[in-house]
């Protein structure tokens, strides 16, 4: 045999490597699939968001009035412009941002069910919510209105992204030293009852209208944000999601354990705190302008992981993104269901949506089949 025979026969591809090939190919085109028809499923859903309520409005109709053909005098386009179009982008951006800020938390505290809801960082941004709602002498029915003005809203917004960061400071300490995942979760969750508990004794000592209305925003809600709310609301959120889109390599390493991240040049420390940062800003955010909302963070990447069949955050970030707000726009409708007859409260209806995720994460983690 020849040396050109051999070197020609040394470069054909072994068939591991063709299988590897095709098994790749096979995931990408999964990928790919599911995203596009998760870009697909929002629109449908961001749609049915503007079309469903107390008032039936026509499809054509709500057309009009996005491309400015419908007059805006008539009570068509005050209810879709001033109310459906801003709670509709609300949910949307709260719920990528629960799902990307859920999708972080699990991935550097390496625990199924961590969230900003269950390890306290919802709870610690509505105490800092309501130090300075109850300390301003305006009372809490200013978080719906405009009492705070400006000064106040952006007070509230430090407030709730301080809070949620000391906690999640605090969770990330006792991570290092405990390796147990159910421990971390049971003293997240334990110091968010205390905190809330602390909350309960700020807001009891308020009259009955800031009572009802402490409670009312306790339930979660995107109808607050205002088109005015929603101009700080939506570049606080897009810095969350971009730091966690640039992020993805790093997560992936992380996913690996803090040793290989280390042994590929990986800044751990570094990586921690931006993920951090990111994850109290995502959380703090939604929980100033929109209550704490339950459930949401810790359904969504599981719902994404489950559906692409990878941990791989190249994926899971913009596929997070999309499903957080397909299933907070859903959660939406289903609040509105009742129609005329009342709102339900959409802590509610995200628990019946998270609830069962939560159950099948425990089942399936009890097998061995959960990848974090």
Not at 72 to 80: D, E, K, T
Not at 203 to 225: H, I, K, R, Y
């Amino acid at each position: 045999m020849s040396r050109g025979v051999v070197r020609k026969f040394e470069r054909r591809p072994s068939s591991s490597t063709v299988v590897d090939t095709r098994i790749l190919a096979r995931h990408r085109y999964r990928e790919i699939t599911v995203i596009a028809a998760l870009a697909a499923a929002l629109a449908l859903v961001f749609l049915l968001s503007l079309v469903l309520g107390s008032v039936w409005i026509p499809i054509g109709q709500i057309a009009d009035i996005l491309t400015g053909n419908e007059p805006a005098g008539r009570p068509a386009y005050a209810v879709i412009h001033e109310v459906r179009l801003p709670r509709s982008l609300t949910a949307l951006l709260a719920g990528a941002a629960l799902g990307i800020a859920g999708l972080q938390m699990q991935t550097i505290f390496r625990n199924p069910l961590a969230d900003p809801f269950a390890l306290g960082i919802s709870s610690s941004a509505s105490l800092g919510v309501a130090l300075v709602v109850l300390g301003s002498g305006v009372g809490s029915a200013s978080i719906f209105g405009a009492g705070l003005g400006l000064r106040g809203e952006a007070l509230i917004i430090v407030a709730a992204i301080a809070g949620s960061g000391l906690m999640l400071a605090v969770v990330l300490a006792v991570s290092a030293r405990i390796s147990n995942p159910a421990t971390i979760l049971i003293l997240g969750l334990m110091s968010g009852y205390a905190t809330s508990a602390f909350v309960t004794i700020l807001v009891a000592g308020t009259d009955s209208e800031q009572l009802q209305q402490w409670v009312m925003w306790g339930f979660g809600t995107f109808s607050g944000v205002t088109w005015r709310r929603l101009n700080m609301f939506t570049p606080l959120i897009a810095i969350g999601l971009s730091v966690a889109a640039l992020m993805t390599k790093q997560l992936n390493a992380m996913l690996l354990g803090e040793n290989y991240a280390r042994s590929m040049g990986l800044s751990v420390r570094r990586t921690r705190i931006l993920t951090m940062a990111a994850a109290s800003l995502l959380g703090g955010v939604v929980t100033a302008f929109c209550g704490p909302i339950s459930f949401l963070g810790i359904a969504v990447p599981h719902i994404c992981r489950a559906l692409l069949g990878t941990s791989d955050h190249r994926a899971l970030v913009p596929a997070s993104i999309l499903m957080g707000g397909i299933v907070a726009l859903i959660a939406q409708i289903g609040a509105l269901l009742p129609g005329d007859a009342g709102v339900l409260p959409l802590n509610a209806v995200t628990a019946l949506i998270g609830a069962p995720v939560v159950v099948a994460v425990l089942l399936r983690s009890r097998r061995g089949v959960f990848t974090a």
